[in-house]
Structure formats: structure tokens, C-alpha cells
């Protein structure tokens, strides 16, 4: 089973911008179509962004143009740069597959705050 390690959330004024980074424990991460999550306490996880093996993206509304999902397959990374950060981005942050997650299990996630 593959383990997922994300990190590089912190906190961080509207405007700002964060990357994100997961660490999968196994090279056949590499065949597997891989997302972001987020979740706020209270709701349910929600898809940010999903990328292909191949390296075709896909973004959910709320993030188009701030956000770019990119993947290093020799590396074993998924990454996730956040531009134009707003108050609503406030979240932990996950990686799992795509476009359904929860094919590997959930790793502890990133928080990440945005507030002035």
C-alpha cells in the first residue's frame, strides 16, 4: 500500500502564495492519477485538483488561474502551487487518487491558513 505524506501548508496573508508537496512511499504512484483535497471542519473533502499520469490537469472552479497541480513521477511528488491565496482556502490539504480519492490511504494532510 502506498503511504502519502503531504507538507508545506502553513500560514499565510491574502495574496500570498504556498507549494504544497506529496511524498508517496512507492515508485507505482507513478501510474496512478493523482489529486488534491481539501477539508474544513464541518464539511465534507472537497477536490481541488487532479492530474494525470500523463500530466493533463483539471481544477476545480474555485481555484482556476491561482493554483497549478504538477507532478515529478522519477521523484515520487506531487506538488501544488497556491497563488493569489484568499481566506477561503483555509483548509487541510491532501493527496490521494483521481478523480476518486481515497484509493490509498488518507495521509494526515497539510493545514494550511490564510488570514491577515
Known amino acids: 500500500q502506498v503511504q502519502l505524506v503531504e507538507s508545506g501548508g502553513g500560514l499565510v496573508q491574502p495574496g500570498g502564495s504556498l507549494k504544497l508537496s506529496c511524498a508517496a512511499s512507492?515508485?507505482?504512484?507513478?501510474?496512478?492519477?493523482m489529486g488534491w483535497y481539501r477539508q474544513v471542519p464541518g464539511k465534507q473533502r472537497e477536490l481541488v485538483a487532479g492530474i494525470t499520469r500523463g500530466g493533463s490537469t483539471n481544477y476545480t472552479d474555485s481555484v482556476k488561474g491561482r493554483f497549478t497541480i504538477s507532478r515529478d513521477n522519477a521523484k515520487k511528488l506531487l506538488y501544488l502551487q497556491m497563488n493569489s491565496l484568499k481566506s477561503e482556502d483555509t483548509a487541510v490539504y491532501y493527496c490521494?487518487?483521481?478523480?476518486?480519492?481515497?484509493?490509498?490511504?488518507w495521509g494526515q494532510g497539510t493545514q494550511v491558513t490564510v488570514s491577515s
Open positions: 512507492s515508485s507505482i504512484f507513478s501510474i496512478y492519477d
Open positions: 490521494n487518487s483521481w478523480p476518486l480519492g481515497g484509493y490509498f490511504y
